[in-house]
């Protein structure tokens, strides 16, 4: 005979027996089966935002900090709504993500009550799989699909609506059991000859990294082809994670989201080898094309929609990176002989001068110039960020332009110790961290955020404080939007800046800090910072550090 069992129970039971330790989330009426459920799963965490878009955030960060399926709950339309914009990010980042809501009993929907909309509609466009549950005997099948789907690659979230009925009534059913596909494929040896010959014709080649090096933890299998190489290699224009590890003698750099630069980065090579993401992805419209004329393309990854997305590649392989990397480097190696072994070695002399370490060491000379300069000069900061971290800490990056030489300055040393913001919707970084902290409790976490951003999603500060999470949050304080400032100067010769300034009145972000439960402080001085920094980032609990820098546009 089948176990009866409550929607609500079942619900929780399912999500635990997909690996979710962790349910974030904003309750409201329609909410209140699952809450009352929880106390028959305390092995369940209910981690609570103070806004939906953070619920969602800070199940991403712990997603993109852990590779596991995360699971979060939001209050009805608006509460969708709300989160919409986190729900963009976590799409953009292929976030393996279980988003539900609760709904209005079926029935009474009908009657169009306070707070209805039609949920799966307004999910759809940003998920990989929107439904609502009708019957409760079907909710087993939907969380196990849910997760399912959500998990195989290419990765995104999903979104189930639950009415109040199906929660609250209860029935005998059997609750299944979870599924992950496994896609860790690499190519056919007709493909992988194909490839090895194909980059061995090539006498510049050039390697372009994105996120799916993080997502199949390759890291040192890209490195080992580089190296193999001889060749260059460069973090994609949207380099959100840790996808090259920065010491090894062939990396580069993150390209510039400008198609200039990109080109001129890319025009002394002859073929470029994308792996695992879209190589050129821009930002704002240039005349100018970012893919050198005549530019050949050969390409791995799992993500179809990436592979050969605007430019046509003359080989493109659908296979985990991973275990392509694993299987092309000895290959190239054995094709290649002692000629490749010759040209590697002379390819790796001649990008000592001018490597990621190099590059650092230089600009490292170049920034301690303003080591006393008043206000703080933004680039100093983050050097002083960079050097108080301990080894071990992890970094969320949400500084725009006062986080410009972040890459440049912290080295990529595993796959999970580096999260920026992905798609340009800004106020992810603080709850972001919140969930990186809760995903890697062991790990000091620094997130580093300007002013702007911070004020999108302040209400995270109180989550880090409640959960008492060793979490330091460095909000950069230049009093306004400068981004936007700086594009409007660049593009429109316009140093008119309206609404773009915060400072009549000031944001004390101490203060706020404070209210929240948190310790903070205030820097004014370029000289106080590390020692402040290594003291906060040493100690257990949330803590934040305001720091206010130079304001100027340029």
């Known amino acids: 005979m089948k176990n009866r069992i409550t929607g609500r129970s079942a ?122 549950v009708t ?11 849910a997760a399912k789907i959500a998990t195989t690659p290419p990765t995104g979230p999903v979104f189930i609506s639950l009415p109040g009925d199906i929660l609250n009534s209860e029935a005998g059913i059997e609750l299944g059991r979870s599924t992950r596909v496994d896609t860790r494929v690499r190519p056919s040896e007709d493909s992988l ?35 193999a190489l001889g060749c260059p290699a460069w973090q994609s224009p949207t380099p959100y994670g ?53 530019l050949s393309i050969v390409q791995v990854g799992l993500v179809d929609n990436d592979l050969a997305k605007n430019y046509g590649a003359e080989i493109a392989v659908k296979a985990d990176v991973k275990e392509t990397l694993r ?41 301690s110039k303003a080591s006393h300069t008043a ?25 725009l332009t006062s986080s410009r030489q972040i890459l440049a300055l912290r080295a990529h040393r595993d796959r999970y110790g580096y999260h920026a913001l992905a798609s340009g919707g800004i106020g992810w970084g603080l709850p972001a961290a919140v969930g990186v902290s809760l995903a890697n409790p062991q790990r000091p976490v620094v997130c580093y955020s300007g002013d702007g951003s911070s004020m999108y999603s302040i209400q995270s500060l109180w989550t880090a404080a409640n959960h008492k999470l060793p979490l330091t949050f460095v909000i950069v304080n230049n009093g306004g939007y400068r981004i936007i400032k700086q594009r409007l100067l660049a ?26 439960g948190l310790e903070a402080i205030r820097i004014t001085d370029p000289q106080e910072l590390k020692g402040a920094m290594k003291s906060a980032f040493s100690r257990p609990g949330a803590k934040l550090i305001e720091v206010v820098v130079s304001n100027s546009v340029n």
């Open 242 to 294: 840790s996808h090259f590890l920065s010491e090894s003698p062939c990396f580069m750099g993150a390209i510039a989201r400008l198609q200039k630069v990109a080109r001129d980065v890319l025009a002394p090579h002859d073929l470029l080898i994308a792996l695992g993401g879209d190589p050129l992805r821009m930002s704002v419209y240039s005349e100018v094309d970012p893919l050198p004329d005549g």
């Open 375 to 399: 206000p703080i000069d933004p680039d100093w900061l983050a050097l002083q960020v960079v050097e108080a971290m301990p080894d071990n800490a992890i970094l969320v990056d949400e500084g």
């Open 491 to 516: 593009f429109h010769g316009d140093d008119h800046y309206v609404g773009m300034d915060f400072i009549d009145p000031p944001v004390d972000f101490t203060g706020v800090a404070r209210s929240l």
């Open 11 to 132: 619900f929780l039971a399912l999500l635990k027996d997909e690996g979710v330790t962790h349910l974030f989330g904003n309750p409201g009426t329609t909410e209140l089966p699952i809450m009352h459920a929880l106390k028959d799963h305390p092995d369940l965490t209910y981690v609570m935002a103070m806004q939906e878009s953070l619920v969602v955030a800070m199940a991403d960060g712990f997603s993109r900090a852990s590779g596991k399926l995360v699971a979060c709950n939001v209050h009805v339309a608006p509460g969708l709504g709300n989160a919409m914009g986190s729900l963009y990010n976590a799409s953009f980042t292929g976030t393996p993500l279980i988003l539900t809501a609760g709904q209005q009993e079926q029935g009474h929907g009908l009657t169009e009550p306070v707070l209805y909309g039609p949920l799966v509609q307004m999910a759809t466009p940003l998920v990989k799989w929107a439904v609502e």
């Open 135 to 145: 019957r409760l005997e079907d909710l087993p099948r939907i969380v196990r699909r």
């Open 193 to 227: 000859k194909a490839l090895a010959a194909r980059i061995l014709r090539a006498e510049r080649p050039v390697i372009v990294v994105g996120d799916e090096i993080v997502k199949s933890d390759a890291l040192r299998e890209a490195a080992d082809l580089a190296e």
């Open 327 to 367: 299987a092309l480097v000895p290959a190239l190696k054995e094709i290649g002989g002692g000629a490749l072994q010759a040209r590697a070695k002379q390819g790796l002399a001649a990008l000592a001068g001018k490597n990621w370490t190099a590059k650092r060491k230089a600009l490292v000379e170049q920034i």
